[in-house]
C-alpha cells in the first residue's frame, strides 16, 4: 500500500468543503460530515479509554470496537457502500451478554463517573448516543445502512456495560438517589 498521506495540508477544505472517499466534495457541516466527525471523536475517546487502564478483559473487545468504527466512518464517506455487517452488531451483543452476567441488576439509574475508566466509558457512551443520532439524521436525507444504525445502538449499551464492569472492579459504581 501507498502513502495515504505525504502531505497534511493541501489548501481545497479552505473553501468550507471536505473531500469524500468516492471524490465528491461535500460541505464540511453537512449532516454526513457530522455523522464522520462523531465517530471519530467516539474512537479518539475509546483510545483515551484504553489509555486509562481499564480492567485487561475489556482491551481487545475495545480495540475491535476502534477498528469498526475506522470501518463505519470509511463507510460513511463513501455514499452507499457498506463495510459494517450484522455480524459486528451479533459480536457486540456476544460480549455485551458476558460482561453484563457478572453485574447485579440495576435497581436505579448510575451516575456517570467512579473510576478513570468508567468515567471515560460513560463519556464515550454519550458521544455514541450524538453519533447514533447524527447517523439517524443524515439517514432522513441519504441512505445509510440498518447495520450501521444498529452496531451504534449495540455499542452505547456495550459502554454502559463497561463503565459499570470498570467501577465495580474498583468499588466505585454509585447509584443516583431520588432526591438528593
Not at 465528491?24 to 466527525?37: E, L
Not at 478513570?116 to 447517523?135: D, G, Q
Request: aromatic content about 4%; hydrophobic content about 40%; some cysteine.
Amino acid at each position: 500500500m501507498g502513502h495515504r498521506l505525504s502531505k497534511i495540508y493541501t489548501r481545497t477544505g479552505d473553501d468550507g468543503t471536505t473531500g469524500l472517499g468516492d471524490g465528491t466534495r461535500v460541505a464540511k457541516d453537512s449532516f454526513r460530515m457530522d455523522a464522520i466527525g462523531n465517530i471519530d471523536e467516539l474512537n479518539c475517546l475509546i483510545g483515551l479509554l484504553l489509555a486509562s487502564d481499564p480492567p485487561t478483559e475489556m482491551r481487545d473487545c475495545l480495540t475491535d470496537v476502534q477498528h469498526d468504527l475506522f470501518d463505519l466512518g470509511g463507510e460513511l464517506s463513501i455514499p452507499g457502500h457498506t463495510l459494517i455487517r450484522a455480524e459486528r452488531s451479533s459480536a457486540l451483543e456476544q460480549v455485551l451478554d458476558r460482561f453484563n452476567a457478572g453485574l447485579p441488576p440495576l435497581k436505579e439509574f448510575i451516575l456517570p463517573g467512579g473510576s478513570r475508566a468508567a468515567a471515560v466509558c460513560h463519556l464515550a457512551r454519550a458521544v455514541c448516543r450524538r453519533a447514533e443520532r447524527s447517523v439517524v439524521r443524515l439517514n432522513r436525507h441519504e441512505p445509510v445502512s440498518d447495520e450501521a444504525r444498529m452496531y451504534l445502538n449495540r455499542l452505547s449499551d456495550l459502554l454502559f456495560v463497561l463503565a459499570r464492569v470498570a467501577a465495580r472492579a474498583t468499588g466505585t459504581e454509585a447509584m443516583w438517589q431520588r432526591g438528593r
